[in-house]
Structure formats: structure tokens, C-alpha cells
């Protein structure tokens, strides 16, 4: 039976691995300086660049200059806001854009309406982008999973799969669908996904986990309280299974410009925040004995030498043993 990714990394295959993610870095100041700060602090394991947004150049500045922290890229294909927009690095004149000069604002439009040839041609310049401002690129994501085929089942994995393996990058494709954040019944479509990763040489994780987007009740009487979504944060932790899952959270600082710039979910942003800074949540990682990592561990791991991927060591020359 082949080694699993948690025993390729070298880690006993009981080990119960996350890896704490923060989406959306490069959308807005607010994110800007609360992911900064959470990775500067080790709040957080990495952080993914949209890099058509207006604060995208500033994120990937204060990644050029820290080397040391994981920092990947978001791969966009939607704008969802109604006051603030973004549009693809490769210009208007595409399919990738609504009747306004955007990306779309709903995955659904991206799977209707998108080239592939458009679709590989803006992916690669937003990882091209990155790289040139000097990021040490670690893995590659996707802003609401516009390139899953989740709405009509037209997908982009194939383009996706493409640029990861050209840059030796791992990609977030969950292995399993079973936990938070993703329903189960879509395992045998998230089965053909791996078996192409895979066959690529990817490297993607076992699980890809979150908790709600929204705040249940916001703005009414009923809102939900920074408590009950921490308790239920702790609670997702405490059920991380054996392997390697990311969890993803986008902490922003909610204030006036954050308001300003998002239809709703600012005050959960701020408590995603919060999440990440509470000593309730550290001590339960540590009372649950997770295991925190990078993507930088996943990256080395997809770069080395072919022979090594299973866990064998290879001496200097790069053969096994």
C-alpha cells in the first residue's frame, strides 16, 4: 500500500496535521494588515494572493521580503462584490468578464461563459504576476471554487493542474470530501479530480475544511455571538482527523473600510481574526496534539527527485536508498 501524504512528509501516519490557511490576501487593506500581522506573529501557516485585486501589490511586497512564510496564490476567476471590483490581469477583452468589465460575479457564470483558452491564459498571468514581484510562491488555491465545476460541473482543473505541475506547485484539491465545508456526495466527482492531480505529479491535501462563510443572523436580534463561533471552531479542531487538512479562514479587520468595501460578512472576518489570536484556540491545538505545517513542506515534497516522493531518502545525488 503507498505511503500516505502525512508519512511522504515524515511524519507517523497518526499524525493529525492541519495547516492554517488565510484566503483572500491582496483584496483590501483590512486583509492586508490583519494576514501580515498573523503570519509576521506564526498566527497563521500561510496566506494566498488574489492578484487582480487593488492591495495585491502590496501583499506581495511584504512577501517578496519574508521568504520564510508560506504565501501562494488565489487564483481568481470571480469578483462577488457589489462596490468593489476586480478584472483579469489579461484585460477585458475575454470571456472572463461580465457586461460591466469584471469577472463575473457568480461561479455560475464563470463555468458558462469562460474559454478554457481564457481561463489558462489569465491563471498563468496572475502566477507569473506573483513571481515576478518577487514571491516565493509555495501553492496555488482558488477563490470560490470557481474552477471546481461545482455549479454545472464544467471544470478548469485541467488548465489548473497544468500550471501547477509546470511550476512544481501543490494545489488545494482535497483527496476526501468527508468533514467540513464539502458535501460528500460529490466523492466520486472529487475522485476523477485526484486520480488526474495525481497522474500530474500535484501534490494536494487529504481534506480542505472550513466553517460557515457568513455569520448566522447578522444584522438581527439573533446574531451569532464571537463565542458560539469560536466554541465552534474548537469544535472543527477537535475533529481533524489523521493526515494533512487545511483549514481556510479569511481574517480581515472589520472597520470602516472593510464595511465599506463587502456586502455582509465583515463582522465574521473580524472574528476569524480574533480565531486565530485567541489563546482558546491555541491551547486546544496543543490539547489535541495537532500538528501544525506549511505548503512549503508539500512543495518540497512535489520538487524532489522523483525517486524520493514515497518517503525513500536519497542521498546527494538524488537517487535512492
Known amino acids: 500500500m503507498p505511503a500516505s501524504l502525512i508519512e511522504r512528509l515524515g511524519h507517523a501516519a497518526d ?32 496566506a494566498t494572493i488574489m492578484m487582480p485585486c487593488s492591495w495585491a501589490a502590496d501583499a506581495a511586497a511584504f512577501a517578496a521580503r519574508r521568504h520564510d512564510l508560506d504565501v501562494g496564490v488565489h487564483l481568481v476567476l470571480t469578483s462577488e ?109 472529487l475522485d476523477q479530480a485526484v486520480t488526474a492531480a495525481d497522474a500530474a505529479g500535484v501534490v494536494i491535501p487529504d481534506r480542505l475544511w472550513t466553517h460557515p462563510f457568513e455569520l448566522a443572523g447578522e444584522a438581527t436580534a439573533q446574531q451569532e455571538t464571537y463565542e458560539h463561533v469560536r466554541d465552534g471552531f474548537i469544535d472543527l479542531l477537535r475533529t481533524v482527523p489523521a493526515g494533512v487538512t487545511e483549514v481556510y479562514l479569511h481574517p480581515m479587520i472589520d472597520g470602516p473600510e472593510l464595511r465599506g468595501t463587502v456586502d455582509y460578512a465583515a463582522i465574521k472576518r473580524g472574528y476569524e481574526l480574533r480565531l486565530l489570536t485567541d489563546p482558546l484556540v491555541a491551547q486546544a491545538i496543543t490539547a489535541e496534539g495537532l500538528v501544525r505545517i506549511g505548503w512549503r513542506a508539500l512543495r518540497d515534497l512535489q520538487r524532489a527527485p522523483a525517486g524520493s516522493r514515497d518517503g525513500t531518502p536519497a542521498d546527494s545525488s538524488g537517487e535512492t536508498r
Open 15 to 46: 499524525t493529525r496535521a492541519i495547516i492554517l490557511n488565510a484566503d483572500d490576501y491582496g483584496m483590501c487593506r483590512a486583509a492586508n494588515t490583519a494576514i501580515s500581522q498573523l503570519l509576521d506573529a506564526g498566527h497563521l501557516d500561510s
Open 81 to 189: 462584490w457589489d462596490r468593489y471590483r476586480w478584472r483579469p490581469l489579461t484585460g477585458i477583452l475575454s470571456s472572463l468578464v461580465d457586461a460591466e468589465g469584471y469577472f463575473p460575479r457568480t461561479v455560475r457564470e464563470v463555468e458558462q461563459q469562460a474559454a478554457d483558452d481564457d481561463v489558462a491564459a489569465e491563471l498563468d498571468l496572475q502566477v507569473e504576476a506573483a513571481l515576478s514581484a518577487g514571491v516565493d510562491v509555495t501553492h496555488l488555491d482558488n477563490h470560490m471554487g470557481s474552477v471546481y465545476g461545482l455549479e454545472t460541473g464544467r471544470n478548469f482543473l485541467g488548465s489548473v493542474l497544468e500550471l501547477a505541475a509546470r511550476h512544481g506547485l501543490p494545489f488545494r484539491l482535497p483527496r476526501y470530501a468527508a468533514g467540513y465545508g464539502i458535501d460528500e456526495a460529490l466523492q466520486p466527482v
